[in-house]
T-cell receptor, first 113, second 114 residues
Framework: AQTVTQSQPEMSVQEAETVTLSCTYDTSESNYYLFWYKQPPSRQMILVIRQEAYKQQNATENRFSVNFQKAAKSFSLKISDSQLGDTAMYFCAFRFYGQNFVFGPGTRLSVLP | DVKVTQSSRYLVKRTGEKVFLECVQDMDHENMFWYRQDPGLGLRLIYFSYDVKMKEKGDIPEGYSVSREKKERFSLILESTSTNQTSMYLC?????????????FGQGTRLTVV
């Protein structure tokens, strides 16, 4: 069975600085998807970034980028130039093709003014 | 704009009551999911449906059942609620194909059982 681990229950960062959230996963599959989702306080869960395992290039979306290390089964999220609106729970998730999503326990990120 | 809509944002029920949580998506997605979200535990899968009238148990199906009679609608049923079912319930949908495989979420239903 696939599992996802996020070892940092809570983190904080000063506005405009950079922060990295960690995620590791366990699977025997070779082709799959990895995701980072953001859940702002009392608001809907939204996708931040997606990575396909067969792609070697790390995904980037504006201020958000990932460091995908397939051999190490590691998928960290880097947020550059942190903004107050980045304050949220962040969930790492894994999906094998056509199957359900497996989520980590989440990291609560606070961006401090 | 894609949308997953859950019927209630907040619900308060008494122990032993029957509860229906409804979820509707407008994206013609094959897959639909019900998750339960608790602090420190992340999202745990209750049930997963990959097509109309098809369902699979997730990690924590005990005390829950589901219904999917139409492609756009996936209902979660709590036959007889208990206090340990107090939680946030999230519905999601996704495409079956290899492209656009992300999950789209509803706004969540916070259920309190007293």
């Amino acid at each position: 069975a696939q599992t996802v681990t996020q070892s940092q229950p809570e983190m904080s960062v000063q506005e405009a600085e950079t922060v990295t959230l960690s995620c590791t996963y366990d699977t025997s599959e070779s082709n799959y998807y990895l995701f980072w989702y953001k859940q702002p306080p009392s608001r809907q869960m939204i996708l931040v970034i997606r990575q396909e395992a067969y792609k070697q290039q790390n995904a980037t979306e504006n201020r958000f980028s990932v460091n995908f290390q397939k051999a190490a089964k590691s998928f960290s999220l880097k947020i550059s130039d942190s903004q107050l609106g980045d304050t949220a729970m962040y969930f790492c998730a894994f999906r094998f093709y056509g199957q359900n999503f497996v989520f980590g326990p989440g990291t609560r990120l606070s961006v401090l003014p | 704009d894609v949308k997953v809509t859950q019927s209630s944002r907040y619900l308060v029920k008494r122990t032993g009551e029957k509860v229906f949580l409804e979820c509707v998506q407008d994206m013609d997605h094959e897959n639909m999911f019900w998750y339960r979200q608790d602090p420190g535990l992340g999202l745990r899968l209750i049930y997963f449906s990959y097509d109309v009238k098809m369902k699979e148990k997730g990690d924590i199906p005990e005390g829950y059942s589901v219904s999917r009679e139409k492609k756009e609608r996936f209902s979660l049923i709590l036959e007889s609620t208990s206090t340990n079912q107090t939680s946030m319930y999230l519905c999601a949908s996704s495409s079956q194909g290899r492209l656009n495989t992300e999950a789209f979420f509803g706004q969540g239903t916070r259920l309190t059982v007293v």
